[in-house]
């Protein structure tokens, strides 16, 4: 049906803001999101971005990438069907990715991950809508792009894969989820 193979690299922090960091670029793009604003994880924020990544001296990154098979590539799907197999396949793995995340936090010290994607941690919808606080703060996690990085440059660059876009009705030959770690 799909497969699953992981990626990693590793790459100095300073050499990856300067290279693939572009807060004002990218920042600018969240606004379009339905995300903006409205989940915890994601801008605008009340920190200083860039005084955030130079917290750090390395970034190890992890990413997941899911093939799917020319039987599953072949079909045509409706929107709810997309969404639906998206979901089964997608929320799993990068639940998976968390976990492995919060493991490797535990291994150094100060390190703080990266997630693949926004902040899906709590099943009835964020608490920023209602005015109320992160109620996971301990546990969420912002993504690179939503710190200003270049994800479809980063896995180019840096891993050898690219991104692909998913067209009405078909599903993509592969969806890539991109996770860190950034350790002090
Ligand atoms: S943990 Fe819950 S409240 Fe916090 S950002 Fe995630 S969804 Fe929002």
Redo the contacts with the bound molecule.
């Keep these: 049906m799909y497969t699953i193979s992981r990626h990693e690299a590793t790459v100095s922090v300073s050499q990856y803001f300067e290279n693939y960091v572009d807060i004002p670029t990218f920042l600018a793009a969240c606004q379009a999101c339905p995300n903006y604003g409205n989940?915890?994880?994601c801008p605008p924020y009340d920190f200083d971005v860039e005084a955030f990544w130079k917290r750090f001296s390395t970034l190890q990154l992890l990413a997941s990438k899911i093939t799917f098979s020319e039987e599953m590539l072949a079909k045509t799907y409706s929107p709810e069907e997309q969404r639906s197999l998206l979901n089964k396949i997608l929320v799993p793995e990068k639940a998976d990715l968390s976990n492995e995340m919060t493991e490797r936090e535990k291994e150094y010290p100060g390190s703080v991950s990266l997630s693949a994607g926004?902040?899906?941690?709590?099943e009835g919808?964020?608490?920023?809508p209602h005015g109320?606080?992160?109620?996971?703060?301990q546990?969420?996690r912002h993504s690179i792009e939503s710190l200003g990085g270049n994800v479809g440059l980063t896995i180019e660059k840096l891993m050898g894969l690219h991104l692909e876009w998913m067209e009405e009705g078909r599903l993509p030959h592969h969806f890539v989820l991109v996770c860190g770690l950034l350790i002090p």
């Design positions: 989940i915890w994880s926004s902040c899906g941690n709590c919808g964020c608490s920023r109320q606080p992160c109620r996971f703060p546990t969420m």
